[in-house]
């Protein structure tokens, strides 16, 4: 049974970072891109950052870009998310979620954490 | 980035009722549109992939159609554990991009 269990999450001041991490298990994690999208309170999904299955490419939203950084341990089967910088509108639930059928990230989560929220607030 | 419209954004029906829910994306995005369903609390679960392939164990009563720009998604025969809401999402350019979501309640 495939299995997505994230945390890290927590309450951080503006400015502050935080490491979020999913542990996968269940499947050949190395066999598949991974994803985050988070969720703000109230609001629509959006797409954070894909990494592709060896980790050797990663992709990021215009949002975050530069200020998060995608990462994964393939021999920890665990998917992490380097945020610094953090500001008021980045709080949210921050899902990892499982490419359907490709090592590439191509978009399709079959798939999904139960979610760690995120709060940014002084 | 593609913009993805919802409509409508909100909809109530009966149980047996048929559900219509359509997706406008800002240009042309072949077939490359899922549909997920979002209950209260939980992650979104996949329902549709590539704009009308049914996942493995989703009910036959839910389906998708379109490509292009247009898609419509739909639920044969509304049922109350169908109450969620409901996005589309492009995968065909980065950033991925979803909808703004349809909530789905039970009249």
């Known amino acids: 049974e495939v299995q997505l269990l994230e945390s890290g999450g927590g309450l951080v001041q503006p400015g502050g970072s935080l490491r979020l991490s999913c542990a996968a298990s269940?499947?050949?994690?190395?066999?598949?891109?991974m994803s985050w999208v988070r969720q703000a309170p109230g609001k629509g999904l959006e797409w954070v950052s894909a990494i592709s299955g060896s980790g050797g490419s990663t992709y990021y939203a215009d949002s975050v870009k530069g200020r998060f950084t995608i990462s994964r341990d393939n021999s920890k089967n665990t998917l992490y998310l380097q945020m610094n910088s953090l500001r008021a509108e980045d709080t949210a639930v921050y899902y990892c979620a499982k490419e359907l059928r490709s090592i590439a990230a191509a978009g399709t989560w079959d798939y999904w954490g139960q979610g760690t929220l995120v709060t940014v607030s002084s | 980035d593609i913009q993805m419209t919802q409509s409508p954004s909100s909809l109530s029906a009966s149980v047996g009722d048929r559900v219509t829910i359509t997706c406008q994306a800002s240009?042309?995005?072949?077939?490359?549109l899922n549909w997920y369903q979002q209950k209260p609390g939980k992650a979104p679960k996949l329902l549709i992939y590539d704009a009308s392939n049914l996942e493995t164990g989703v009910p036959s009563r839910f389906s998708g159609s379109g490509s292009g720009t247009d898609f419509t998604f739909t639920i044969s025969s509304l049922q109350p554990e169908d109450i969620a809401t409901y996005y589309c999402?492009?995968?065909?350019?980065?950033?991925?991009?979803f909808g703004q979501g349809t909530k789905v309640e039970i009249k």
């Open positions: 240009q042309d995005i072949s077939n490359y």
């Open positions: 999402q492009q995968y065909d350019n980065l950033p991925r991009t």
């Open positions: 269940g499947f050949t994690f190395s066999s598949y891109a």
